[in-house]
């Protein structure tokens, strides 16, 4: 019985080895990935660093257009020209660069093609976590930095720790001003039995605020926000008819930043096929998400589904690789206001849906290439949305970018 946990341990490294993905990869193939495992996944739980161990991973950063639009406010406000015509073009570098490693030491037999037992230990610098939208600042805070452990049983059970810290300190003319989000994840990837995995991480995060202005004396506010958690869990079940998995899904996060409870739920059924030279993904979710803002005085509610796909396959040569995908929300919301000044509450309903072309990762669809060298070296670009329309600078004209994400991993 040893030996066979030892041979489906083998065989997962030795499977998900060659299926690196990155950011990028990600974000031009379906916007997300939570119905194929992949090395991204090291920061949702950290156990599956036990499954990429040895490598260097990170990100030039990212373009979009909101970004782009932000920028040109900036040069705007400076004097500058603002345009993006040929004769008014300026410098615009990518948002929110970031780089990490991970690294793996066997405690098995030297002699082995089995690595575990293993330990691994990992971090990055500068990543922007799911919920550091939620922290006022979050997006340029000085200070991101993960850090991880984990460690591989000689029966392929994996387990890891991950913490997570991103804010800032401003003390500037007598005043005081600071955010801190700090997230703690905790994580198990299990194979229950002869083709079938099953993979859970949760964890606790909380926010913590400070805002005083010595000079007036007023608009003073300290202290942290409740404590939330979260949780996902997944189970990657053998289809040998279809050469793929079926892959049922749930998460869901409770996050309480300063004057606001979130609630974000999903739960759904995927399945990702291998292809001759390529892979494809497809999934369904049912998704619910509530804000409450006290100090607003609001409240909005949505639910609804979530459908996705992604497909990815290599052209004319095993190092070159193109990729395509997109996900759709459709969902109802409800929002609820009331004005602070006449006590009037105002009720809106309305079917809404995720961004159409701006360029984030939430939005329809992507489109990306990529490119690896002797399974080593792995880079991964999301295209512009607008590049195959306009065919580019040499093409088209002036265009804010060509790439909207660029990101790598090298592993050794």
């Known amino acids: 019985m040893k030996n066979y946990w030892k041979a489906v341990a083998a065989l997962t490294v030795a499977g998900t080895s060659l299926s690196f993905a990155t950011f990028a990869r990600v ?10 495992m992949d090395d991204i996944s090291v920061w949702t739980n950290p156990a599956n660093s036990n499954i990429y161990p040895n490598y260097l991973m990170g990100d030039l950063g990212s373009m979009n257009k909101a970004y ?42 030297e002699k082995s093609t089995n690595r575990y037992p293993q330990i691994t ?3 990055a610098f500068n990543r922007d976590d799911e919920m550091i939208k939620f922290l006022s600042g979050g997006d340029t805070a000085p200070v991101k930095v993960d850090g991880m452990l984990g460690f591989a049983t000689s029966n392929g059970m994996m387990f890891g720790i991950k913490g997570y810290i991103a804010g800032n300190d401003v003390n500037k003319d007598r005043g005081e001003n600071s955010a801190w989000l700090t997230r703690y994840t905790l994580g198990a990837n299990i194979p229950l039995a002869q083709g079938v995995d099953f993979e859970v991480s949760g964890g606790a995060n909380y926010f913590a605020y400070t805002k005083n202005d010595f000079k007036t004396g ?62 494809f993904w497809i999934g369904a979710d049912y998704v619910y998400y509530d804000a409450k803002h006290a100090l607003a005085a609001s409240d909005t509610t949505s639910k609804g589904v979530r459908v996705s796909f992604g497909i990815e396959r290599n052209v004319w040569t095993d190092w070159l690789v193109l990729r395509v995908g997109g996900q759709k929300y459709m969902k ?15 009720n809106t309903k309305s079917w809404v849906t995720n961004p159409v072309n701006d360029g984030t990762n939430g939005d329809h669809v992507g489109f990306g290439i990529g490119i690896n060298i002797e399974d080593k070296l ?22 804010d970018h060509i790439f909207s994400r660029i990101s790598a991993t090298y592993s050794f």
Request: aromatic fraction near 8%; include cysteine; charged fraction near 20%.
């Open 27 to 36: 974000e031009s193939m379906g916007k997300h990935d939570t119905y194929f």
């Open 68 to 109: 782009a639009e932000q920028v040109k406010a900036q040069v705007n406000a400076q004097g500058g020209s603002g345009g993006l015509s040929a004769l008014a073009r300026y410098n615009q570098d990518p948002a929110a660069p970031w780089f990490g490693a991970v690294f793996a030491k066997s405690l098995g037999d």
């Open 121 to 123: 230990i990992g971090g």
């Open 218 to 279: 007023g608009d003073s506010l300290k202290g942290a926000s409740d404590i939330g958690f979260d949780g996902k869990a997944r189970a990657f079940i053998s289809l040998p008819a279809i050469s793929g998995e079926l892959v049922p899904a749930a998460s869901f996060m409770i996050a309480n930043p300063l004057d606001a409870e979130i609630t974000d739920v999903k739960a759904g059924l995927g399945c990702n096929v291998s292809l001759d030279r390529g892979f």
């Open 332 to 346: 109802y919301e409800e929002t609820n206001n009331q004005d602070k000044t006449t006590k009037v509450n105002t």
């Open 378 to 399: 792995k880079i991964d670009a999301t295209m512009g949305e607008d590049i195959v329309f306009n065919g580019g600078a040499l093409l088209g004209g002036p265009v």
